[in-house]
């Protein structure tokens, strides 16, 4: 599936239980580069016209932590991609999420999508593609976004059941070091009352000797 410079949706294919929260402090900012943006996907629901909010209601979403992480981290050093190998992708998950999800202390909808989307559930990949592009487009929309360009000791505080975010890879070798906690969640929960659910959780297979 293509993908556009996207934003995250934090662990989302790690459990079908989502996080709640993060907090991240900034440490080591470069001097240029290395901004944070973060996306309101509750305001990119409400912009979708009628008969995509429609569509989307009714979607529901494959995430996996097994994507191409090169693609969407093209920058990343070699010691990065080890790490993605041997830790995010040591275990393989498969979640159903919904694309529209119910915020459990609002009420408020929003898009549930994001790099570790897969495929959508009952359509081909190239139909998932295609539409996948149009819901994240809203997302990805400068109206529902914000950018920050960090100073150390800064401290963001977001709502990952209601955003999505994206480190900008723009610092070329400067320093940056940052730190995040983040407090687990509940599962999402679709316009129509059905939870997300985990197929998939097994451990991945070891690499053949060449």
Avoid: C
């Amino acid at each position: 599936m293509s993908r556009q410079p996207a934003l995250r949706g934090w662990r989302s294919a790690r459990t079908d239980a989502y996080p709640k929260f993060s907090v991240l402090r900034g440490v080591v900012i470069p001097a240029a580069g290395g901004d944070t943006i973060w996306s309101n996907t509750h305001a990119a629901y409400e912009s979708l016209p009628a008969p995509l909010k429609l569509l989307a209601d009714n979607l529901w979403a494959i995430h996996s932590n097994v994507y191409d992480y090169a693609a969407v981290r093209p920058r990343a050093t070699a010691e990065e991609k080890k790490h993605f190998e041997e830790v995010f992708t040591s275990t393989i998950y498969e979640t159903e999420h919904p694309v529209v999800r119910v915020h459990p202390e609002t009420g408020e909808q929003s898009l549930l999508l994001g790099n570790f989307v897969q495929r959508l559930v009952g359509l081909s990949k190239s139909d998932s593609a295609k539409l996948y592009e149009v819901f994240q487009s809203y997302v990805t929309a400068p109206e529902n976004t914000v950018r920050w360009r960090w100073q150390a000791g800064d401290v963001a505080i977001w709502d990952n059941r209601a955003t999505q975010h994206y480190a900008v890879n723009d610092f070329g070798d400067q320093h940056r070091v940052v730190r995040r906690a983040t407090v687990d969640g509940d599962v999402p929960v679709s316009v129509d009352g059905r939870r997300s659910v985990t197929h998939v959780k097994a451990a991945k297979p070891p690499a053949r000797a060449a």
